[in-house]
């Protein structure tokens, strides 16, 4: 069995297309982080030359190292937690036996209801007025416009 060292770099495949993959992302680069984290869209060009057919799975999230090991579905949540420096403890204990049964069954139920999610996040309001939904700029908890 070959020893890898821990990551340096994690590459996230992300689904641009959702609206909750997509804050999610925004979520995941305003954190501080003890790993460099890079994002691919998922279908694009790069995703498919590094991850083949796997690169254009909307279906599962993706996270890959520079060693080559790839994280698919709760475990890839558990890296991108990991990659945090407030919720590097968190992955750690995600990771444990008993609590990773009930991190893939919190990815996997969030996971399944994304597009559900996503339609709540982007609801549509009735008029222009509306700041809560639709109209309103995202801002970065370092109060930078997105």
């Known amino acids: 069995m070959t020893s890898f060292?821990?990551?340096?770099?994690?590459?996230?495949?992300?689904?641009?297309q959702c609206e909750l993959c997509r804050r999610c992302?925004?979520?995941l680069a305003d954190q501080p982080l003890l790993v460099e984290v890079q994002f691919l869209p998922v279908g694009s060009d790069e995703a498919v030359r590094r991850y083949g057919s796997i690169g254009i799975r909307r279906d599962v999230l993706i996270v890959a190292d520079e060693h080559?090991?790839?994280?698919?579905g709760p475990d890839a949540f558990v890296m991108c937690l990991w990659a945090t420096a407030a919720h590097r403890n968190w992955?750690?204990?995600?990771?444990?036996?008993?609590?990773?049964?009930?991190?893939?069954?919190?990815?996997?139920?969030?996971?399944?209801?994304?597009?559900?999610?996503?339609?709540?996040?982007?609801?549509?309001?009735?008029?222009?007025?509306?700041d809560i939904h639709g109209n309103a700029q995202m801002v970065s908890p370092r109060g930078q416009q997105r």
């Open 25 to 27: 992302r925004g979520w």
């Open 91 to 130: 992955a750690h204990l995600a990771a444990r036996p008993g609590w990773r049964t009930l991190a893939r069954l919190v990815f996997s139920t969030v996971s399944s209801n994304r597009h559900r999610i996503a339609e709540l996040m982007s609801g549509r309001c009735e008029d222009e007025s509306c």
């Open 5 to 16: 060292p821990p990551p340096r770099r994690l590459t996230v495949v992300t689904d641009e």
């Open 68 to 72: 080559g090991r790839i994280w698919a």
